[in-house]
């Protein structure tokens, strides 16, 4: 019976633990567009070096409009986010000359899951890993999906956590304001 007890105590904190982290709710917040998107070391899949500025308002990439999805491999609401923007990706693209930069936060040891799920899905994104958690802590945020807006600058103009169905929608409303200005 105190086992039984135990372990409904633990299947407890470990679900509501998991909730507090992978929102499916929405919270966004918008920003003045002062704030630079830091240049912070990253990896890509193959576990190269780079900094994130070198996707984003670097000399190549200048003038576009870019979302930045930080997600998990064992996030689903992360995935779904992403499936929904994938449907419209290429139109984005054609119309509004934007990116989309993908970021897992998945640990080290876990990225080995990252790459299968990038293939099986199909995503044509820029496809980074902040696996030492060093943009995630930057950035300051607790809960994913977690969404960045950059202007054609390099500046966040919009930050939005959880994905509800829709919120595609919403997030191209914003860069198209954010592409006719």
């Known amino acids: 019976m105190r086992l039984n007890k135990f372990l409904l105590a633990v299947l407890f904190l470990s679900t509501f633990s998991f909730s507090l982290f992978s929102q499916s709710d929405d919270q966004a917040v918008r920003h003045d567009g002062n704030q630079k998107l830091p240049d912070t070391e990253i990896r890509t899949l193959d576990g190269q070096v780079t900094n994130l500025t070198q996707y984003v308002g670097s000399d190549a990439e200048k003038g576009k409009i870019t979302v930045i999805s930080l997600w998990a491999s064992w996030c689903k609401p992360c995935q779904t986010e992403l499936d929904a923007?994938?449907?419209?990706?290429?139109?984005?693209?054609?119309?509004?000359?934007?990116?989309?930069?993908?970021?897992?936060?998945?640990?080290?040891?876990?990225?080995?899951?990252?790459?299968?799920?990038?293939?099986?899905?199909?995503?044509?994104?820029?496809?980074?890993?902040?696996?030492?958690?060093?943009?995630?802590?930057?950035?300051?945020?607790?809960?994913?999906?977690?969404?960045?807006?950059?202007?054609?600058?390099?500046?966040?103009?919009?930050?939005?956590?959880?994905?509800?169905?829709?919120?595609?929608?919403?997030?191209?409303?914003?860069?198209?304001?954010?592409?006719?200005?």
Do not use: C
Not at 138 to 165: A, E, M, R, W
């Open 85 to 181: 923007i994938a449907d419209l990706y290429d139109e984005w693209q054609e119309e509004y000359d934007m990116q989309l930069i993908a970021i897992t936060i998945d640990t080290q040891r876990a990225l080995a899951k990252v790459k299968p799920i990038v293939e099986s899905k199909g995503w044509e994104y820029i496809i980074l890993s902040d696996a030492n958690q060093a943009l995630k802590n930057t950035l300051n945020f607790q809960s994913i999906p977690h969404t960045l807006l950059v202007d054609q600058n390099g500046n966040i103009v919009d930050v939005h956590s959880g994905y509800s169905p829709g919120n595609e929608y919403e997030l191209e409303d914003k860069i198209k304001v954010l592409f006719n200005q």
